[in-house]
T-cell receptor
Framework: AQKITQTQPGMFVQEKEAVTLDCTYD???????LFWYKQPSSGEMIFLIY??????QNATEGRYSLNFQKARKSTNLVISASQLGDSAMYFC?????????????FGKGTKLSVKP | DGGITQSPKYLFRKEGQNVTLSCEQN?????MYWYRQDPGQGLRLIYY???????QKGDIAEGYSVSREKKESFPLTVTSAQKNPTAFYLC??????????????FGPGTRLTVT
């Protein structure tokens, strides 16, 4: 069975500094996708960035980048130059590619607080 | 603008009543999903539908029902059989297919409180 683990319930970062949010996953499938979502206090889930299991390069999207270590089954999210608006819950998720279900398996999330 | 709408934002019901949560999308996505989120938890899948007139149970389907009569709409009914219905409900949609990435786009959610 697939599982996502986020071990940091909460993180603090100073504005303009970088922060890394950890995520490890467990799957026996070879083909899968890893996603990060941001959930502000309003509740909506906002897609941030994606990494495929066969991607050789770490994904980047603006201030977001992933530190993907396939052998360790980890995909940590790096947010550079933190802004006050980055304060939110962050969820790591996984989807098995080619599976019939298509849904995402979510971790429990990390609450990020950016301090001015 | 394309997106997903869920209504209402907040919903209050008495115990024993069925309640239907609305989800509409204009992204032309084939697949739609319902998730439940409890405080301090990630999202758990209730039901999903890959195509019109077809849907499948997710991990926590007991006490819920859905229909998919139109591509744009995927309403969720929380029945009186659901033992702990108070939660935040999120609807999502995505393109359908076996390939990557097929990210899911979410609606703003409905916060249901049952007393």
């Amino acid at each position: 069975a697939q599982k996502i683990t986020q071990t940091q319930p909460g993180m603090f970062v100073q504005e303009k500094e970088a922060v890394t949010l950890d995520c490890t996953y467990d799957t026996s499938d070879q083909s899968y996708g890893l996603f990060w979502y941001k959930q502000p206090s309003s509740g909506e889930m906002i897609f941030l960035i994606y990494q495929g299991s066969y991607d050789e390069q770490n994904a980047t999207e603006g201030r977001y980048s992933l530190n993907f270590q396939k052998a360790r089954k980890s995909t940590n999210l790096v947010i550079s130059a933190s802004q006050l608006g980055d304060s939110a819950m962050y969820f790591c998720a996984m989807r098995v590619i080619g599976g019939s279900q298509g849904n995402l398996i979510f971790g429990k999330g990390t609450k990020l607080s950016v301090k001015p | 603008d394309g997106g997903i709408t869920q209504s209402p934002k907040y919903l209050f019901r008495k115990e024993g009543q069925n309640v239907t949560l609305s989800c509409e999308q204009n992204l032309n996505h084939d697949a739609m999903y319902w998730y439940r989120q409890d405080p301090g938890q990630g999202l758990r899948l209730i039901y999903y539908s890959q195509i019109v007139n077809d849907f499948q149970k997710g991990d926590i389907a007991e006490g819920y029902s859905v229909s998919r009569e139109k591509k744009e709409s995927f309403p969720l009914t929380v029945t009186s059989a659901q033992k702990n219905p108070t939660a935040f409900y999120l609807c999502a949609s995505s393109r359908r297919g076996a390939g990557a990435p097929l990210e899911q786009y979410f609606g703003p959610g409905t916060r249901l409180t049952v007393t």
